[in-house]
């Protein structure tokens, strides 16, 4: 069997080298979003000679394991994860998976069914921080500025963390009848960030004036692309989405050209700018 264990942050470190450079869009191959989510999938890691295997518990269909990720000979890989699976007692489910490696995985003839399509939407940090294709919902930030000429948004720092806990909480509170069961695990998620906020190449920032904060994003760089992990604005501030969203466009530019947003983060979709690019991937089973 693979020798798996819990991950942890040494882990994330570690896997950067399996993972930079190797133009993955996908947020779910980025060793920080692994790591401060780990108390909702609970993955665990292994390394050997070969490659870096992962596995992790997806909700609603069992345990996955990633693809192998190193540089080694692809058939050994998928033996390798086969064996622990089958001594494992688990269903060999492979996730994330994106169209290139089914089309590897064909060709070493595995049967493999679509399961649950995700997508991540590749915009332009500079096309947002500018408005560019983006005047409908321009109009509402231009309401927000107007309506809170003080707000102002600053970047992130470790002790602004329980201010922004409150906020959270505050957030949650006022919005009881949206239904979240997984509410600890994502405030676990956002307490990881805050606590290795300097450790990990993470910036954030809060939009707020002196009385109140009215939104706070949180993202992780790899390679040219900043991953956005958080994104909560107050409701029923008209325009504290929109204002929040091209005030971290403006903060990522000054790091990277792109920026991921899974489609897991609900009002993020009233965007009218168009993606660069929409990269599906998926859990799949072998049959």
Same mark, same amino acid.
């Given at each position: 069997? &693979?020798?798996?264990?819990?991950?942890?942050?040494?882990? /994330?470190?570690?896997?950067? =080298?399996?993972?930079?450079?190797?133009?993955?869009? #996908?947020?779910?191959?980025?060793? &920080?979003?692994?790591?401060?989510?780990?108390?909702?999938?609970?993955?665990?890691?292994?390394?050997?000679?070969?490659?870096?295997? &992962?596995?992790?518990?997806?909700? !609603?269909?069992?345990?996955?394991?990633?693809?192998?990720?190193?540089?080694?000979?692809?058939?050994?890989?998928?033996?390798?994860?086969?064996?622990?699976?089958?001594?494992?007692?688990?269903? @060999?489910?492979?996730?994330?998976?994106?169209?290139?490696?089914?089309?590897?995985?064909?060709? @070493?003839?595995?049967?493999?069914?679509?399961?649950?399509?995700?997508?991540?939407?590749?915009?332009?940090?500079?096309?947002?921080?500018?408005? =560019?294709?983006?005047? *409908?919902?321009?109009?509402? /930030?231009?309401?927000?500025?107007? %309506?809170?000429?003080?707000?102002?948004?600053?970047?992130?720092?470790? %002790? !602004?963390?329980? @201010?922004?806990?409150?906020?959270?909480?505050?957030?949650?509170?006022?919005?009881?009848? &949206?239904?979240?069961?997984?509410?600890?695990?994502?405030?676990?998620?956002?307490?990881?960030?805050?606590? #290795? @906020?300097?450790?990990?190449?993470?910036?954030?920032?809060?939009?707020?004036? %002196?009385?109140?904060?009215?939104?706070?994003?949180?993202?992780?760089?790899?390679?040219?692309?900043?991953?956005?992990?958080?994104?909560?604005?107050?409701?029923?501030?008209?325009?504290?989405?929109?204002?929040?969203?091209?005030?971290?466009?403006?903060? *990522?530019?000054?790091?990277?050209?792109?920026?991921?947003?899974? !489609? %897991?983060?609900?009002?993020?979709?009233?965007?009218?700018?168009?993606?660069?690019?929409?990269?599906?991937?998926?859990?799949?089973? =072998?049959?």
């Amino acid at each position: 069997m &693979i020798n798996f264990h819990k991950f942890g942050f040494l882990d /994330a470190k570690r896997l950067q =080298r399996y993972t930079k450079g190797k133009n993955y869009w #996908h947020c779910t191959y980025n060793p &920080i979003w692994i790591f401060i989510w780990s108390d909702y999938y609970k993955p665990e890691i292994a390394f050997d000679n070969d490659f870096c295997y &992962i596995r992790f518990l997806m909700p !609603d269909i069992g345990m996955c394991y990633y693809p192998p990720l190193g540089d080694g000979d692809l058939v050994k890989g998928m033996n390798t994860i086969k064996s622990d699976c089958k001594e494992a007692g688990f269903d @060999l489910n492979i996730a994330p998976i994106d169209e290139e490696l089914v089309i590897r995985l064909t060709k @070493l003839n595995y049967k493999l069914k679509q399961n649950d399509v995700m997508i991540n939407y590749i915009y332009s940090n500079e096309a947002l921080a500018f408005q =560019r294709g983006f005047k *409908a919902r321009r109009s509402l /930030a231009r309401v927000f500025e107007r %309506e809170h000429i003080n707000a102002f948004y600053k970047e992130i720092k470790k %002790e !602004d963390f329980p @201010l922004i806990l409150e906020f959270i909480e505050a957030w949650h509170r006022e919005n009881e009848d &949206i239904k979240d069961s997984n509410y600890f695990s994502k405030l676990n998620a956002i307490k990881q960030m805050m606590d #290795h @906020l300097y450790e990990f190449d993470m910036h954030g920032i809060m939009l707020m004036d %002196e009385e109140r904060v009215y939104g706070v994003a949180i993202g992780s760089t790899q390679d040219n692309v900043t991953f956005l992990h958080l994104n909560l604005a107050l409701e029923g501030v008209t325009g504290s989405f929109e204002e929040l969203l091209i005030c971290f466009a403006k903060n *990522a530019l000054l790091r990277t050209r792109y920026l991921n947003i899974s !489609d %897991e983060l609900g009002n993020i979709f009233k965007l009218s700018v168009k993606p660069v690019k929409k990269e599906g991937f998926y859990a799949t089973f =072998r049959l």
